[in-house]
């Protein structure tokens, strides 16, 4: 998707849309990493105010995926850091999509990986070990499965329930 913008995957995809087999999410995001954009097949966790499981993911190979974190739109506490970034960099993670907050920003803005959440927050987050895996996640007013494509540049964050063709 390197040429073609979502703006224009929109455009030309009008009912899918319509149909509700293209999502747009709510622009809520803000910009972090060096790739600003990145699509790829979706891994859904929902965790609040705790990471075990984001830097879990984080540790295995990523293959291309996005990691879409449901992390309850918390502001309280950051649910990401440089560390698990660099990681999920190293292990071919695509993207991360945070519904909560990321702390280190700078080291993860020197990271060739697409990284999206709400805010930076210095606190960390709990390391108990919550959350649910591979589990269907509503984030910026849209239901997005373990499974789907996302896409994301700088004009936003598109869901399709397949691979398009673009």
């Not at 295995?60 to 990401?80: F, M, P, T, W």
């Amino acid at each position: 998707m390197a040429l073609v913008t979502t703006a224009e995957v929109c455009d030309a995809n009008q009912h899918l849309i319509v149909s509700g087999e293209l999502r747009a999410l709510q622009p809520i995001f803000q910009i972090y990493g060096r790739r600003q954009v990145f699509s790829g097949p979706v891994v859904t966790l929902k965790v609040f105010e705790d990471n075990v499981l984001v830097r879990a993911f984080l540790e295995e190979k990523g293959n291309g995926r996005v990691l879409v974190v449901d992390g309850g739109g918390s502001l309280r506490c950051a649910i990401l850091g440089g560390n698990p970034v660099v990681q999920a960099q190293n292990n071919g993670w695509a993207g991360i999509v945070v519904n909560g907050c990321v702390r280190d920003v700078d080291e993860i803005n020197g990271c060739d990986i697409g990284v999206r959440a709400l805010a930076s927050h210095p606190m960390k987050a709990n390391k108990k070990g919550n959350g649910e895996k591979n589990v269907p996640i509503t984030i910026a007013g849209t239901r997005i499965c373990d499974g789907e494509w996302l896409y994301a540049d700088t004009d936003g964050i598109l869901i399709s329930r397949t691979e398009l063709s673009v």
